[in-house]
């Protein structure tokens, strides 16, 4: 048996699972299930790692408006933080969290192209937040690095689309890890193929 340790980028792995789960958005059991389907017959799971933010829980005025915007108020906070809670208690799972930064708001794209075609004036509800991750990327280097180091696993099943972490596949090969990305019928840079030991893909939810 080889034991393997499965890493999920997991606003890659929602993006991913919307469309065929219905268009919405995975509960904490079908996400274990999911990262459960990555393990062949013959690797035992030693853990399961989710990344990702905490909801923004701020309040800002609105660009337009000035009225305040609770984001702790939202339905997407509610929802994402219930998310993470449940995932964070799950057996057999780890949850590393980042954080949220606001960096003002923007006008969303569809609006954007309605305006410059028909020269309408702007709407409350052409904004939209811009919130950007930190610290998620350097967790998930940093659990590959102590994985391999100490020769924990033999294997790391990474569920990820973004090129960033080739340096820490890099590393893990190198400490004779086997690295395995796993696919969700989307495609991969080939930076990240060129560096991993397989492409593994997987299917979900599974056909009935």
């Not at 268009?23 to 059991?29: L, Q, S």
């Not at 408006?65 to 449940?86: A, E, Q």
């Not at 410059?116 to 930190?134: H, N, S, V, W, Y």
Request: charge should be positive; aromatic fraction near 8%.
């Amino acid at each position: 048996m080889k034991k393997v340790a499965v890493l999920l980028d997991l606003g890659h792995l929602m993006y991913q699972l919307y469309k065929p789960l219905g268009k919405r958005n995975a509960t904490a059991d079908e996400i274990a299930e999911f990262a459960n389907k990555c393990a062949l017959i013959d690797e035992e799971i030693f853990r399961i790692y989710c990344y990702h933010c905490e909801p923004f829980d701020g309040t800002e005025l609105h660009p337009l408006t000035r009225v305040p915007i609770h984001f702790k108020s939202s339905g997407t906070y509610k929802h994402m933080s219930s998310l993470l809670n449940d995932l964070s208690i799950k057996k057999g799972i780890a949850y590393r969290a980042g954080e949220l930064q606001f960096n003002g708001w923007l006008i969303k794209k569809l609006a954007a192209r309605e305006i410059a075609k028909t020269r309408r004036p702007l709407i409350a509800g052409d904004f939209e937040p811009d919130l950007k991750q930190k610290r998620v990327d350097m967790k998930i280097g940093l659990d590959v690095a102590w994985l391999s180091s100490k020769s924990i696993v033999d294997r790391i099943l990474l569920v990820t689309a973004d090129s960033d972490f080739v340096p820490a596949m890099k590393f893990a090969r190198r400490e004779g890890v086997q690295v395995v990305l796993i696919k969700l019928n989307h495609s991969l840079k080939r930076d990240l193929m060129v560096h991993a030991d397989e492409v593994r893909e997987i299917v979900y939810p599974p056909a009935p």
